[in-house]
T-cell receptor, first 117, second 112 residues
Framework: GAVVSQHPSWVICKSGTSVKIECRSL??????MFWYRQFPKQSLMLMAT?????????EQGVEKDKFLINHASLTLSTLTVTSAHPEDSSFYIC?????????????FGPGTRLTVT | GENVEQHPSTLSVQEGDSAVIKCTYS??????FPWYKQELGKRPQLIID?????GEKKDQRIAVTLNKTAKHFSLHITETQPEDSAVYFC???????????FGQGTRLTINP
């Protein structure tokens, strides 16, 4: 139980285009999902907290107009990188809380590697 | 906000020896401290966690200790094996829907 998937697993896009990444909780409902970005050999940095039916809460320094987050259902959150640039190339990982896992544990998706050329 | 510091950044030990990774946190309201193992290109995997009402927790070769007064917690891996080689991250959270704040990571290498 408590499986989180992401799609796509990797994507290459051209500079200036937009790309959408999906995060799904497969066997549970997630009222809260989190989006992280991880550059090579670095830690996971939280970008935003996504709450179902409301606006996402962005971390300081993350451009909310560039990284659009939508959490329209209890099993799906999407991250859209708009007007992508090479510096946006990174590993994007989502996580979700499962009620079955108690109030603490987060379950991570497999990640999406974005390369902007 | 919360700040988590993790040391060392790299650690190399001989197979069979023990490895210790240490983290400190700044937010006294944090009450959940998980440890993750991440292999290259993969998702972080929870290996052990501890809550603030417990001082120590053990799961086979892995143990975590927590000192709330000093605001630090440590991961102990005994009888290390080559498959323990990976990057390990500590994290802290206030629990509930609160976010996880990660340490910088430790690249652990087990030498045969």
């Amino acid at each position: 139980g408590a499986v989180v998937s992401q799609h796509p697993s990797w994507v290459i896009c051209k500079s200036g285009t937009s790309v959408k990444i999906e995060c799904r909780s497969l066997d549970f409902q997630a009222t809260t999902m989190f989006w992280y970005r991880q550059f090579p050999k670095q830690s996971l940095m939280l970008m935003a907290t996504s709450n179902e039916g409301s606006k996402a809460t962005y971390e300081q320094g993350v451009e909310k107009d560039k990284f659009l987050i939508n959490h329209a259902s209890l099993t799906l959150s999407t991250l859209t990188v708009t007007s992508a640039h090479p510096e946006d190339s990174s590993f994007y990982i989502c996580s979700a809380r499962s009620p079955a896992g108690g109030p603490y544990e987060q379950y991570f998706g497999p990640g999406t590697r974005l390369t902007v050329t | 906000g919360e700040n988590v510091e993790q040391h060392p950044s790299t650690l190399s030990v001989q197979e069979g020896d023990s490895a210790v990774i240490k983290c400190t946190y700044s937010d006294s309201a944090s009450n959940y401290f998980p440890w993750y193992k991440q292999e290259l290109g993969k998702r972080p995997q929870l290996i052990i966690d501890i809550r603030s009402n417990v001082g120590e927790k053990k799961d086979q070769r892995i143990a975590v200790t927590l000192n709330k007064t000093a605001k630090h917690f440590s991961l102990h891996i005994t009888e290390t094996q080559p498959e323990d080689s990976a990057v390990y991250f500590c994290a802290a959270s206030r629990g509930g829907a609160q976010k996880l704040v990660f340490g910088q990571g430790t690249r652990l290498t087990i030498n045969p």
